[in-house]
């Protein structure tokens, strides 16, 4: 019987949704049905706004945002930084500078690229027994044939009342402090907020490379603001690369720190941009209404949001989808009748909306699940 | 039908792949929700859902989901370890998450050895089969009941 559960364990996902799948770069999503050798990994039926990298490896929004203004931006002004003032100061100063910027911009674009390309802690959408099973829960009371009202479901959080909201498009109860981003259209857990900077939604499992980016960022633009003043201050040639740097840096620098203020305040309070916009905790709602999620104490705070373990990620971009193939051991005749014998799962509990049920069994890898350690 | 008359008349050695065409049906699936009162961590709700009644026993269920919320507790405990592990990682701009395997990713081995285990040892015999949360998004325990056909075949 243990065979025959693991051959049990279908992804639904491998049912035909009717969400179209985001077409992936290399573009090799031919149809598959032609070509049952090749099994296709789940990030190639995707059913986000995203676009997928090195076999599955890399992930991007779908809209880019200014993800390349901002490291042009970088590379531009740390590049001018090098050419025009580091031999300068360097004569006059000491050999250290380059080195600091060296280091400050090689941490910064590191941070950014972990930042735009790290899935944030999409959940992944529910199977359709899921749906199937939640709505049965919540049309006790209400009839089908129209809109229902939005659904909430309160829970209590460390004695704190707290509403979730059924997110229409993923079909379950999202989790606290879970949003659907439009853009990415996409559940994201810890929900911060969309940057369009670093062209990627910022939840749980990166903000810490989000806020690290920014810090660095901080620190490497009042570096080289710092720089070229002292340069422009001791020389008494005005090359145009400093000009433009400092413009660049005057501007960004104070923009920059107040954001990392801004972020600094939430991560002390474990709040996201999305609860502080919206005053979720700040009273307005009613009395008594505090963070349930914060420790109550700076530092655990802090911990907990840049230095908990991290959490892995839930939409196994690279594992296989149960592939088309049925046990061809038996031959083809008694094969076919297999096909028609074994039902997919989803087929055979009443599917929730009319899913057309897939021609044939699928018998999953023990492990389909891949824990990939990277992003 | 024809193929289970089939299967019959095979040795052991094919019955394998034609025990396929009389695994048992799915008869339904009980979904075992997360349990929010403790904030964002992983947790499952203990309470017993009443379609496993025949099937299983109450105290074997709870047993299970509590194991499974205290290697959840484990992989995502804020400690001296996770802490120091946050450090190292930020100083290197984070990039041994991409050579190191984390410390979450090694209790999750664990849960999926653990769940294996499971499978085999309790819910398989009563024709049950949990499925690892971590399939599903961490947001549901899923458990399949298979139709009871008690032939031979049910191990």
Known sequence: LKNNCEYQQIDPQALPTPTPAPPPHHGNDRDKREEPKRPRRKWQVFPGKNRFYCDGRIMVARQSGVLPLTLGLIVITSGLFFIFDCPFLVKHLTSCIPVIGGGLFVFVVITLLQTSLTDPGILPRATPDEAADIEKQIDNTGNASYRPPPRTKEVLINQQVVKLKYCFSCKMFRPPRTSHCSLCDNCVERFDHHCPWVGNC??????????????????????????????????????????????????????????????????ASNLTTNEDIKGSWSGKSGEGVTNP??????????????????????????????????????????????????????????????????????????????????? | MRAAAIGKTFTMAETHSLQDLQQPAVSSKVFVQRDYSSGTISKFQTKFPSELESRLDKQQFEETIQTLNNLYAEAEKLGAESYLEGCLACLTAYTIFLCMETHYEKVLKKIARYIKDQNEKIYAPRGLLLTDPIERGLRVVEITIFEDRSIGSGR
């Not at chain 1, 740097?245 to 920059?256: Q, R, Y």
């Not at chain 1, 802090?302 to 296989?320: E, K, N, Q, T, W």
């Not at chain 1, 899913?355 to 824990?371: A, R, W």
């Open chain 1, 202 to 267: 910022v939840g749980k499992r990166n903000y810490r490379f989000f806020y690290t980016f920014i810090v660095s960022l901080s620190f490497l633009t009042a570096f080289i603001f710092g720089c070229v003043t002292t340069h422009l201050a001791l020389s008494t040639k005005n090359t145009p690369g400093s000009n433009m740097e400092l413009v660049i840096c005057f501007f960004s620098v104070w923009s920059i720190l107040g954001l990392s203020g801004f972020h600094t305040y939430l991560v």
């Open chain 1, 293 to 375: 999620y914060s420790h109550k104490n700076i530092f655990i705070n802090c911990c907990s949001v840049l230095c908990a373990p991290m959490p892995p990620s839930l939409i196994d971009r690279r594992g296989f989808l149960p592939t088309d193939e049925s046990v061809q051991t038996a031959g083809a005749g008694i094969g076919l009748a297999a096909k028609s014998e074994i039902n997919v799962v989803g087929g055979s509990s009443q599917p929730a909306s009319g899913l057309q049920e897939s021609p044939s069994p699928v018998p999953v890898p023990p492990h389909s699940h891949q824990n990939s350690s990277s992003v």
